[in-house]
């Protein structure tokens, strides 16, 4: 092996260029060279590409947040949306203008850092030929067959500093305190923030809240005389029988996540000001979950990741994700990740979301957290 090349798509997350860092550095003690696709799939459609070496661009990068080498998260290049001169839109599939100018760069793998959709394009584009690795990323902690994402210890720090906060200003005011977190599918970050953070009640996308429970909490709490509250919220939590908080929906292409979540934390807290009388205020946490430094944790994390990417790259072993199980690293093929939709193009269909027997869940309720069911 002669060269591979990086790519960073979708969504930002701490630990991203501690990943690069890792995959360079292991390729270069190999004497294997190294470049970066700029923008993700945007990147490796125009071919811009860029060198990658750890004297020079990727020197001093294991502490920074985002990616050096830039993101896309809206170019679907198997089903990417276009405007003619007509001014109308159309759809146009350019993967095998992509898969030509990997063969013109002399790529002979191309690691792929990204979360579902990420994941999906990577594993179609294997179906094309060409050697692929994914390498799971995003802080909302959802990919499927893996235990743990970079980036999601960070933010589930953040989050728990912010409730530590938090906890000071509702104990001053008497108010209900409402944190808005990540999370459109799965509840990682709510749940382990509320036990790290001492919240009060945790409404996650698992468990379609009765706002009654936490009501009930939070008289309880009053009952004992404790005339404050922290409550944190998903941003894709919903009611029994509700449905999603949506902010927008976009058009940036098919085979995308288009819909922009938002308000749900507010929901809650305008709720909750008329049931209990209680003065509410929500905070919505948002992009600060994902972006500056990495924890040490998510350091480490991210530079095992990218040192076995690279092990496997030499090894031979393509079309897989490298994956956490169990304190090791291993990997999974690509199809098991994406699930069961075949259609190339299309979205991913698989998310790791929090089971009702989950120890996280148990512990939660042992120790007196709402989770409004």
Not at 54 to 59: D, F, M, R
Not at 66 to 91: A, D, P, Q, R
Not at 167 to 184: D, K, P, Q, W
Not at 192 to 215: H, M, R, T, W
């Amino acid at each position: 092996m002669n060269k591979i090349a990086i790519l960073t798509n979708g969504g930002d997350a701490p630990g991203l260029n501690a990943v690069i860092r890792a995959i360079v550095k292991t390729a270069e003690y190999n004497g294997i060279e190294s470049y970066g696709f700029i923008e993700g799939y945007r990147g490796l459609l125009e071919n811009n590409i860029v060198k990658l070496e750890s004297t020079g661009n990727v020197s001093g990068i294991l502490n920074r947040g985002g990616t050096i080498i830039g993101t896309s998260n809206s170019t679907n290049v198997f089903n990417l949306k276009t405007v003619n001169e007509n001014g109308e839109v159309e759809y146009h599939d350019y993967s095998d203008r992509c898969v030509q100018n990997l063969r013109d760069d002399g790529i002979e793998c191309l690691f792929t850092l990204g979360g579902d959709g990420t994941l999906k394009s990577s594993r179609d584009f294997s179906l094309k030929g060409v050697n692929c690795i994914g390498i799971p990323k995003t802080i909302d902690n959802d990919v499927f067959s893996t235990d743990i994402t970079f980036g999601y210890n960070t933010a589930v720090s953040i989050a728990t500093e912010a409730l530590d906060r938090l906890h000071s200003t509702a104990e001053a005011h008497h108010r209900i305190m409402v944190l808005e977190v990540m999370g459109r599918y799965a509840g990682w970050i709510a749940l382990e923030s509320a036990i790290a953070g001492g919240a009060d009640c945790a409404l996650i996308p698992e468990i379609p809240y009765d706002i009654n429970k936490v009501v009930e909490k939070i008289n309880q709490r009053k009952a004992r005389g404790k005339n404050f509250s922290v409550i944190v919220v998903s941003e894709g939590a919903r009611e029994k029988d509700g449905f999603l908080s949506v902010k927008r929906t976009l058009d940036d292409g098919k085979g995308l996540d288009n819909v922009r979540l938002g308000g749900a934390g507010e929901k809650v807290a305008t709720i909750l000001e008329e049931l209990t009388g209680m003065a509410s205020r929500n905070t919505v946490l948002g992009y600060v979950q994902r972006g500056g430094t990495p924890t040490s944790f998510d350091r480490v994390l991210s530079t095992k990741y990218g040192v076995k990417a690279m092990e496997l790259a030499m090894s031979g072993i393509f079309n897989v994700l490298v994956s956490y199980k169990d304190g090791q690293m291993t990997y999974v093929p690509l199809n098991e990740v994406v699930g069961e939709n075949a259609v190339v193009g299309a979205a991913s269909s698989k998310n790791r979301t929090i089971q009702m027997d989950d120890p996280l869940i148990n512990v939660a309720r042992k120790i007196g957290i709402c989770l409004g069911d």
